[in-house]
């Protein structure tokens, strides 16, 4: 078992557990008197919950699969499920499931009771290395990502890599994504690592290889959270790596169409190259795209059914929530791993730079 303690509330940590379900729950003071909420989707119950309800009992909401979850409507069906069963202020609501359920389940408990706790059981790579750990919480709405949330820290994270083994190759690929990510921003060995080995060992469900890049990619995350836990200082905002492009590519595509890690690859390309066009790397971009395509991630719009669709990113890039005071605002790199934040890109130079994709 893996342990760390990630920053959460202003003065507390939280438990994250890396290792076997049972294990790791039973660190965790849980609640007996009754079964505990849990949310999931149909997929993850069907494949995993019989080994969460072996360990404790729980009374299962279910919404879609996917960003179709990420939705006011299952929002609303989610408060009504724990209304119904008069979920109480201190009982704790388990997300079991991927990225999706965990950021509608985050939003719920934040706004249920005016916030009741949470355990994060991420089953996805995705949201084992990123998305569980953190406290950003969100649905989709007026088709923009993440447009409503709340930060909630979870009660606790409890990863269990063997959940992993039934992931498909694209999702694995997108949870590749976001962990290569940790390498980009800050931490070139890990970057060398994922593109050699690494990277082929996640796919081939290797999972000592699942468990070192989870703990190195919660504990990077924990860093750059620590002391800025509601992204307002530009620390956090590094984390947002590829977004800025990667989000436009959801929206422009379909919210639910591209998954988010596979617009993430691509939006970390694109950063790579923008940065070379505006000064501030070279020969960087060409070696990231190489890298990438040797474990399989998307590259390019092409990769993502979006030829010739790179103007239309400009629009929905402007509503990005990093932009304040009508400045644009965006992760880039100067080398492989180490990104920072450019402010006030000038509009027409990055929309230059998305005419020529
Ligand atoms: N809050 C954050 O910090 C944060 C960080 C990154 C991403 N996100 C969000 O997370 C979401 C993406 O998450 P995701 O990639 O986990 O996708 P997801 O939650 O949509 O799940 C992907 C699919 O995998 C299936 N699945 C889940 N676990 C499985 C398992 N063990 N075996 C087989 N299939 C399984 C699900 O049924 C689903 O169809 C996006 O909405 C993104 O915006 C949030
Ligand atoms: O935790 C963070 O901070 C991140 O930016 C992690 C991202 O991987 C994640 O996709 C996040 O939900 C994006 O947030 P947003 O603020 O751009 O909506
Ligand atoms: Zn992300």
Redesign the pocket.
Known sequence: MIRLDVPGKPGATYKVRVGALDSGLAELDLPTARPLACIS?P??WD??GDKLAAIAPVDTHLLP???AG?TWEHLQATIAFLAARNQQRDEPIIAF???????LT?LAAALYRRGTPVIQV???L??QV??SV?G???IDAEGQ??LVGAFHPPAAVIADPA??A???ER?VT??LA?TVKYGLIGDRKFYDWLVSEGGKSLRDHNADAAARAIATAVEAKASYVRGDLEDRTGRRALLNLGHTFGHAIESIAGLGTV???EAVAIGMVLAARFSEAQGHASDIAEKVAADFRAIGLPTSLDDAGLAGRGSDLLDPMLHDKKNERGEIRLILLRDIGDAFMATDVAEAELGGFLRSL
Do not use: C, M, Q, W
């Open positions: 989707d997929h993850i494949l995993h699969r996917g960003e990420k499931g991927g990225g999706a359920v965990g950021d985050g991420p089953t996805t995705l949201a990123d998305s953190g950003k919480t969100a990502k993440n959940l992993l039934t992931l498909d999702e997108a949870g976001e998954l988010h890690g």
